[in-house]
C-alpha cells in the first residue's frame, strides 16, 4: 500500500539559512499534519490542514511556515534556521480531517550547524 | 508538564509471552487513544486506537484497554514475536484537535 512520502529524507543547512520540506500524503487523505522529534523526545505537533486550509496550530514557532496545495501536498518553509531547530520532522497524513488515525511518513532529517 | 506518561522506558519479554505496555493520562479532554509502533530511521505506523467511549478494542495479536476513571490505557501483545521489538508510543487526541500528544515511548524487547 503506497504510503506518505517526505522529501528529502536528510537535509543540513546553516544557521540563518531556510530549508523547504515536502510531504505527499497517501492517495485520498486530504488532512495534512507536521511534527518535530528533537533528540530523545517525543513528537510535538506543529500545524495542520485540511482540504488546503489551516486545521490546527500547536508550537510551530514564527519561523516556520507550511501550506497545503491543490494536489493535497504539503511543505514547511523554515526560515532563519537556528541550531534547535535540528530534528527529525514528520508529516502524516488521515482521511477526513479528523485527526484520527495519522499515518507518518518516514520523516526528514534537519541538521542545522 | 507530560500530558502523555509511559513510566516504563523500556520492556523485555520472552517470545510467545504476552508483552502489556501502560500509559497514564492526565487530561481529562482526551477522547481518543492511540498505539504506534516505531522503528529506527521509520515514522511511527499506526498499530490500534480506541474511542474514549470503549473500554476494550482488539485487532488481531493487539488489544487496547481503557481505564477512563484511572486515566489509564494498556497494550497487550499476544503471543510476543521476535518482530514486535520497536519502540511503542501511546498518543492521545483532544476531541475537535488534531495534534497528537505523544508519550515519550516504551523499548519493547522480545527475547528468544
Known amino acids: 500500500a503506497a504510503g506518505v512520502i517526505q522529501s528529502p529524507r536528510h537535509l543540513i543547512k546553516e544557521k540563518r539559512e531556510t530549508a523547504t520540506l515536502k510531504c505527499y500524503p497517501i492517495?485520498?487523505?486530504?488532512?495534512v499534519y507536521w511534527y518535530q522529534q528533537g533528540p530523545g523526545q517525543d513528537p510535538q505537533f506543529l500545524i495542520s490542514?485540511?482540504?488546503?486550509?489551516?486545521?490546527d496550530k500547536g508550537s510551530i514557532p514564527d519561523r516556520f511556515s507550511a501550506q497545503q496545495f491543490s494536489d493535497y501536498h504539503s511543505e514547511l518553509n523554515m526560515s532563519s534556521l537556528e541550531l534547535g531547530d535540528s530534528a527529525l520532522y514528520f508529516c502524516?497524513?488521515?482521511?477526513?480531517?479528523?485527526?484520527?488515525?495519522?499515518?507518518f511518513g518516514p520523516g526528514t532529517r534537519l541538521t542545522v550547524t | 508538564d507530560q500530558q502523555v506518561k509511559q513510566n516504563s522506558p523500556s520492556l523485555s519479554v520472552q517470545e510467545g509471552r504476552i508483552s502489556i505496555l501502560n500509559c497514564d493520562y492526565t487530561?481529562?479532554?482526551?477522547?481518543?487513544f492511540l498505539w504506534y509502533k516505531k522503528y529506527p530511521a521509520e515514522g511511527p505506523t499506526f498499530l490500534i486506537s480506541?474511542?474514549?467511549?470503549?473500554d476494550k478494542n482488539e485487532d488481531g495479536r493487539f488489544t487496547v484497554f481503557l481505564n477512563k476513571s484511572a486515566k489509564h490505557l494498556s497494550l497487550h501483545i499476544v503471543p510476543s514475536q521476535p518482530g514486535d521489538s520497536a519502540v511503542y508510543f501511546c498518543?492521545?487526541?483532544?476531541?475537535?484537535?488534531?495534534?497528537?500528544?505523544f508519550g515519550k515511548g516504551t523499548h519493547l524487547i522480545i527475547q528468544p
Open positions: 502524516a497524513s488521515s482521511r477526513g480531517g479528523q485527526g484520527y488515525e495519522q499515518y
Open positions: 498518543a492521545a487526541l483532544v476531541g475537535g484537535a488534531d495534534g497528537l500528544t
Open positions: 490542514f485540511y482540504e488546503k486550509m489551516q486545521s
Open positions: 492517495p485520498r487523505h486530504d488532512t
Open positions: 480506541i474511542s474514549s467511549i470503549k
Open positions: 487530561n481529562s479532554m482526551f477522547d481518543y
